[in-house]
């Protein structure tokens, strides 16, 4: 069992390009769910996704930002026109059961120069 | 929305003490998970425990959800245990994500 697999761990955008973020969830789990995690801060909900349904994106910014989780293939976490604030460390969690106990990946340290 | 409170902030110990770290919260929860952030940035779900009392090794928890707070033991510290420990809830019975506290920075030292 792999676990939540994310990557790349590290990815670094100029300003204005496009960064793709993906996550494969436990094998045996439906429910994905995409975390922000600034500087010296905790962890902030971005959205909810099952198999090809966002649940629920309040925690998403109206802009520049979407998510998908297609019926084949990882989650995918899209920011485009990347700005500096952008700079985080994004994480994907995935549960059996909706909003039971987290498996957390690795994340996603994105860097934007 | 609910506000999530955890104490200390942060907590040096020497290796052996015991420690608990208290998360208060605002509202009703269905859903309470405490992690542990090690130091290189892993995130690991040590409890999923909205009600009731849980224990796993050295490491154990308590919600009192009438009450509106959580308890994470931690016996015997090893410097392994030192990282970020975070408590999370949620109200909507997974149809939402969870909110975090700011964490408890918990350094073990040998």
């Known amino acids: 069992n792999a676990g939540v697999m994310q990557n790349p761990r590290h990815l670094v955008r100029r300003r204005g390009q496009e960064a793709r973020l993906r996550c494969s969830p436990m094998k045996g789990h439906s429910h994905v769910y995409w975390y922000r995690q600034l500087p010296e801060e905790g962890l902030k909900f971005m959205v909810y996704l099952q198999k090809e349904n966002i649940i629920d994106e309040s925690g998403m910014p109206k802009e520049r930002f979407s998510a998908e989780f297609p019926k084949e293939g990882p989650s995918i976490l899209r920011i485009q026109q990347v700005v500096r604030g952008d700079s985080a460390a994004y994480f994907c969690a995935s549960s059996n059961q909706p909003g039971e106990g987290y498996t957390f990946g690795s994340g996603t340290r994105l860097t934007v120069v | 929305g609910i506000q999530v409170e955890q104490s200390p902030p942060d907590l040096i110990l020497q290796e052996g003490a015991n420690s608990t770290l208290r998360c208060n919260f605002s509202?009703?929860?269905?859903?309470l998970q405490w992690f542990h952030q090690n130091p290189w940035g892993q995130l690991i779900n040590l409890f999923y425990i909205p009600s009731g009392t849980k224990q796993n090794g050295r490491l154990s928890a308590t919600t009192v959800a009438t009450e509106r707070y959580s308890l994470l033991y931690i016996s015997s510290s090893q410097t392994t245990d030192s990282g970020v420990y975070f408590c999370a809830v949620g109200e909507g019975g997974g149809a939402d994500g969870l909110t975090f506290g700011k964490g408890t920075h918990l350094i073990i030292q040998p």
């Open positions: 509202d009703s929860v269905n859903n």
